[in-house]
């Protein structure tokens, strides 16, 4: 595979994200009827056990991950032309990661929580393990290199139709075992992704003419440039989630759940932003031979910006009426909190046209120092601001968190890349990109 360096218009960039954006409406209306499904489901208590469970086994699907999301266009540039070898040895490292790492780690935390005698979080830890595997077998990054987001869009609308159908359909058995709920995720999920892997093997693997596999060490190169990626997404993640296991040691389950509303409806906000940065990824990484880089980069930092204004205006109004009336009964702690993070969406709106471009340029170490910096910051925060504030708090704690995020991932860019006349470009890249 190359990824080659045709001057793209911004025209064609915005065409592009809308692909994005359009093919993931249908996406964004699937998750917010499963959101608003077991809202209404669930008592605040069961989802506040849903809530625990999901925030600590979700940090590990971004190890899962390897970092892949960030570096996989850059990693395929690479080797041109081993596309295939790459994917495979991608998959095989992420189902050890799932089986060797993340499993034994699931099975010690789950224990932990059912002798505190919380065996509802125990058992829903032990079944997040189907999300993790599920999580090895996805080729989404091969999409996004290739610039093709409709195969990705649709396989993911795919999945999420098919979970909410299951859900509608066993309402009562997801009522009385909330285990079930990640199992179902999924099956759904692992159904589209079935069907992008069909999709690379028939249309991007048979565009590659075949070539000598690369060296060995492109497995040890992936697993370092990864490790550091996929850590640093680790600690990004676990800032925005893991305030609700926090949160569960100083306010009641009803209050937990609460504010897990509102902080997975960010969560899921950040979706948008992530169709940004995908939209844009490739011909930036494309450009950075070209001296091009900042130019695009600009592109891309005020399409980012605008889409965070709009997305924390939406927040600041409609967040709150929006889970009330999906979960139809009033929710007065949302009130307090959605205003917090209508700033935060905008805060993360502008880190994200720097921080996510620091793997893409082989600024591993850089990235990792700077999601270390916003997690001491973040947890520093929730320390001191929970116990006094409760959910106000943790809310107050992510806006300063994503403040010194977007502030310090600005600083790194700038420092690292702008005021130097080369740009972090292996000999291998710049012949994909030529």
């Keep these: 595979m190359q990824i080659k360096h045709n001057p793209v218009p911004f025209v064609t960039l915005l065409k592009r994200l809308a692909g994005y954006l359009s093919g993931d409406s249908l996406n964004y209306l699937l998750g917010f009827a499963i959101y608003a499904w077991l809202v209404r489901s669930l008592s605040n208590e069961q989802y506040g056990y849903l809530s625990v469970a999901t925030s600590i086994y979700q940090p590990l699907l971004v190890v899962v991950a390897l970092g892949l999301d960030l570096i996989g266009p850059r990693v395929l540039a690479e080797h041109p032309g081993n596309l295939a070898y790459v994917v495979g040895r991608v998959q095989a490292l992420r189902v050890k990661f799932a089986i060797l790492i993340c499993l ?5 935390i789950a224990f932990g929580y059912l002798h505190r005698g919380q065996p509802q979080v125990a058992v829903v830890l032990t079944a997040g393990f189907c999300m993790v595997l599920a999580r090895a077998f996805d080729v989404g990054y091969v999409a996004i290199a290739l610039a093709k987001p409709k195969p990705l869009v649709y396989s993911r609308a795919l999945g999420l139709l098919a979970y909410l159908v299951v859900l509608l359909a066993l309402r009562g058995i997801i009522a009385r075992y909330i285990w079930a709920i990640p199992v179902l995720n999924a099956a759904g999920v692992m159904a589209g992704r079935l069907l992008l892997m069909r999709w690379v093997r028939m ?26 990626t996929g850590i640093g997404q680790l600690i990004l993640f676990s800032c925005q989630t893991l305030d609700v296991v926090l949160l569960n040691r100083y306010v009641d389950a009803g209050a937990v759940g609460q504010y897990a509303m509102v902080s997975r409806l960010y969560i899921f906000g950040t979706a948008v932003l992530t169709c940004v940065l995908n939209a844009f990824l490739p011909e930036l990484i494309a450009s950075v031979s070209h001296r091009r880089f900042w130019h695009r980069q600009y592109r891309f930092t005020i399409t980012s910006a605008v889409v965070g204004l709009l997305g924390a205006v939406a927040f600041y109004f409609l967040g709150a009426p929006l889970a009330e009336f999906f979960g139809g009964r009033s929710l007065h702690l949302l009130h307090l909190i959605t205003p917090v993070y209508a700033l935060v969406f905008l805060a993360m709106s502008i880190a994200n046209a720097f921080i996510s471009l620091l793997p893409s340029l082989q ?27 409760g959910v106000a708090g943790a809310a107050w704690g992510q806006l300063l968190g994503t403040v010194v995020l977007a502030a310090y991932s600005v600083y790194l860019v700038r420092e690292r890349v702008m005021r130097k006349d080369a740009f972090p470009l292996t000999d291998a890249q710049a012949v994909a990109s030529a």
């Design 203 to 228: 249309q991007a693997f048979a565009s590659v003419a075949s070539s000598s596999q690369p060296p060995k060490l492109v497995t040890w190169r992936l697993l370092l440039s990864g490790a550091r």
């Design 104 to 108: 034994p780690v699931l099975v010690v």
């Design 363 to 389: 600024l591993e170490t850089e990235y990792l120092r700077c999601v270390l910096l916003v997690g001491f910051v973040v947890f520093g925060s929730d320390l001191v601001l929970i116990p006094r504030l």
